[in-house]
């Protein structure tokens, strides 16, 4: 911050452009919608021959209004479905909380 080099400003070029190209883009919360906090996970164990890793992701949503998500391969490889399935689940979660 004290000593940005041309490295930095190419970033903050970057992240400028993406808000430009995404300003039209909201949050709808309607006055009678609920504001319940939920979310659903999901994964596929060792879908990806070539690596073996699951891939896992989440949604959480504010009402009917998706407020976080994330999808893609896992950093290791699960055992099991159900290691898959937990990894997918303790993601998920941690967002909520």
Known sequence: MHA????HWAAIKCILRYLKGT???DLHLTRG??????????ADWTRSVDD???TGGYIVFLGITPVSWKSGKQRTV???S???EYKALADGTAKVF
């Open 82 to 84: 159900t290691k898959a």
């Open 33 to 42: 919608s609920s504001l319940s906090l939920h979310g659903l996970t999901d």
């Open 78 to 80: 699960a055992p099991s």
């Open 4 to 7: 940005p080099i041309e490295s």
């Open 52 to 54: 073996r890793k699951s």
């Open 23 to 25: 300003s039209s883009y």
